[in-house]
């Protein structure tokens, strides 16, 4: 059977990660999530993979190659174009991207799966083709209820008691929507959908395709399934999954390493006196981190592999990608670090070069950070002590 993994969009609501990872590579403690998509693919029977790529395609294509080692077969359409010898990326909206497949050589010629490549999903495929093809349909979307106070986050199906969708309410307010089922981004089509998207056009799914089915009167519904999902669409997204992981509640998600102490799972090598360290779990620390005497570190937290978590320093409710280095007496408390920046739960980030920070905050690998002078002293502390607490 056949599937396409949407992989070609810029991951604007996850910046700053995706200034250098394409939204499919986030990993979910060490393991792009992508990859949990081609397992649960290959488990229910689609082993033939198309994935549209543009942003950061490289990223993509390099690691997941042609799908050998994941039991299944990918191949790759790159949305874009080269200008002065470098690869620009121009994706066609997650339609056109379908379209351009099936106008170089008609692959979806089946009952077909399609799923956006930013989303834990724990979905029994085989019955939604099952539920799909007994409607009649077209084409198919899954939905989910979620409490009201979550709608204006998503995209609201609206649909009669057949399930036949009549309107669609993009992300409402909580008194304007009319329904509390949502698009999950996961949807099944039968090649016929192609006469209805326009060829070498930007097109979208959502915004585009589905107004035009429900304005038509296709044979076009909504499945609702009870499932796990876990979106990753937006850093409070990302930070809520990494959080349900290390708390157990992502059931294809298990927790990598060895559990050195209840709640606390470490990779290789790990350099640490456990004795001297105040840790509570859940906690994942990544191979070949030092942990140096007198941190402390809360859960639910995840630090990624090569770091250092230096004498004196607050690791609380974050998350640490790998080769950070956090320095002595530095206290994060709800953050990310990722590279250069330091992000807040709710999205909102700065550089730390830019900012004066990196003494505080460093790339593990770096021999040529000096002690901090006066002025970026005083510029730390104009940040608030909420970030950090400045070492005497």
């Known amino acids: 059977m056949k599937a396409m993994i949407l992989a070609a969009g810029k991951g604007t609501r996850v910046q700053p990660i995706t200034h250098v990872i394409p939204k499919p590579m986030i990993p979910i403690l060490q393991k792009p999530v992508m990859e949990f998509l081609l397992e649960l693919l ?85 019955q939604a083709v099952k539920k799909h093809k007994q409607k009649g349909a077209i084409a198919s ?87 796990e999902w876990v979106d990753i669409g937006k850093v409070p997204d990302y930070w809520s999954a990494i959080r349900n992981v290390l708390q157990g509640k992502v059931r294809q998600v298990q927790i990598p390493g060895k559990e050195i102490k209840p709640g606390v799972f470490t990779g290789l090598n790990v350099a640490a006196n456990w004795e001297k360290i105040n840790i509570t779990g859940p906690v994942y620390i990544g191979g070949m981190t030092r942990i140096e005497d007198g941190a402390t570190i809360i859960g639910p937290s995840m630090i990624g592999p090569s770091c250092c978590i230096c004498e004196g320093a607050t690791i609380d409710n974050s998350i640490i990608f790998d080769y950070s280095k956090i320095g002595k007496g530095v206290r994060l408390m709800d953050k990310l670090v990722f590279g250069k920046y330091c992000v807040g739960k709710n999205g909102d980030h700065f550089d730390l070069q830019d900012a004066s920070l990196d003494w505080l905050i460093a790339d593990s690998r770096r021999s040529d950070l000096t002690e901090p002078s006066p002025q970026q002293k005083a510029m730390a502390e104009l940040l608030g002590t909420d970030l950090i607490n400045i070492p005497d």
Do not use: W
Request: aromatic fraction near 12%; charge should be negative; glycine fraction near 8%.
């Open 141 to 227: 979307l899954i939905t989910k209820k979620v409490t009201k106070d979550q709608v204006s986050s998503y995209g609201v199906v609206v649909s009669d008691e057949n399930g036949r969708i009549k309107a669609f309410q993009e992300k409402p307010t909580v008194d304007q929507a009319l329904s509390d089922s949502i698009n999950t981004g996961i949807y099944l089509f039968e090649p016929e959908i192609f006469n209805y998207i326009p060829s070498a056009e930007k097109f979208d799914i959502g915004a585009d395709l589905f107004p035009k089915l429900v304005e038509m009167d296709l044979p076009f519904f909504a499945l609702p399934m009870d499932f």
């Open 42 to 126: 290959r488990e229910h029977n689609f082993k033939e993979i198309m994935v549209n790529v543009s942003h950061l395609a490289e990223e993509i294509e390099n690691y997941f190659r042609d799908g050998q080692r994941f039991g299944v077969e990918i191949a790759y359409s790159f949305e874009g174009r080269i200008e002065d010898g470098e690869l620009i990326g121009d994706a066609l909206g997650s339609a056109g991207g379908l379209k351009k497949i099936q106008d170089f050589q008609s692959f979806f010629d089946e009952t077909f799966v399609v799923l956006c490549g930013d989303a834990l999903v724990d979905l029994d495929l085989t």
